[in-house]
């Protein structure tokens, strides 16, 4: 069974900081890893898609990695701002198919 | 239209009522998911669909919940008798194919089911 983990549960940084938020998973046997965005009382927007044959998936200022023989993912944000306040949350699809397991996610709050 | 989208936003119901949700997915996309966010559970998988078919209904909590897909597009699950700890938000998200590596899954806006 998939177990997604994400630390920090919370983040708080000034704006202008490089930050990294981090997601581990159990079961390596993955084709992708995708990183969502979720605004309070919003739905989830997909952010980054990474599959299991790339190590590194870039778009604006976010850059995400995949590690599978470490069963980890980072997601680098470069020069926060207030902007990307929100949670961001990782998920691995797990039981051989495309269903999702998601992290419980790192609420981000970037501050002036 | 151009995303996911899903009907209605809120709903409030008395315990022991039924309840429909509705999503319709990008057009085009094959597969079409249901997940349940609630405080404590995080997000959870609920039911897949491949087209009008539903080959991993395993995240369904009760035969109190059922799900249908018709014409390939618009999905319905219903929750029966409704019960307190069905009081979430339901997710629904599509993709263009559902088995490949490249496949990104697009959510909608939700429902906030409130059950009280």
């Known amino acids: 069974k998939q177990e997604v983990t994400q630390i920090p549960a919370a983040l708080s940084v000034p704006e202008g900081e490089n930050l990294v938020l981090n997601c581990s998973f159990t079961?390596?046997?993955?084709?992708?890893l995708q990183w969502f965005r979720q605004d309070p009382g919003k739905g989830l927007t997909s952010l980054l898609l990474?599959?299991?044959?790339?190590r590194e998936q870039t778009s604006g200022r976010l850059n995400a990695s995949l590690d599978k023989s470490s069963g980890r993912s980072t997601l680098y944000i470069a020069a926060s701002q207030p902007g990307d306040s929100a949670t961001y949350l990782c998920?691995?699809?797990?039981?051989?198919?495309?269903?999702?397991?998601f992290g419980t996610g790192t609420q981000l709050k970037v501050e002036l | 239209g151009a995303g996911v989208s899903q009907s209605p936003s809120n709903k409030v119901t008395e315990k022991g009522k039924d309840v429909e949700l509705r999503c319709d997915p990008i057009?085009?996309?094959?597969?079409l998911y249901w997940y349940r966010q609630s405080l404590g559970q995080g997000l959870e998988f609920l039911i897949y669909?491949?087209?009008?078919?539903?080959?991993?209904k395993s995240g369904l909590p009760s035969d109190r919940f059922s799900a249908e897909r018709t014409g390939g597009s618009v999905s319905t699950l219903t929750i029966q008798r409704t019960q307190q700890e069905d009081s979430a938000v339901y997710l629904c998200?599509?993709?263009?194919?559902?088995?490949?590596?490249?496949?990104?899954?697009?959510f909608g806006p939700g429902t906030r089911l409130t059950v009280l």
């Open positions: 998200a599509s993709s263009s194919a559902g088995t490949s590596s490249t496949d990104t899954q697009y």
């Open positions: 079961d390596s046997a993955i084709y992708n």
């Open positions: 990474i599959q299991s044959s790339q």
């Open positions: 998920a691995a699809p797990t039981g051989g198919g495309n269903k999702l397991t």
């Open positions: 057009s085009g996309h094959t597969a």
């Open positions: 669909f491949q087209g009008n078919s539903a080959p991993d």
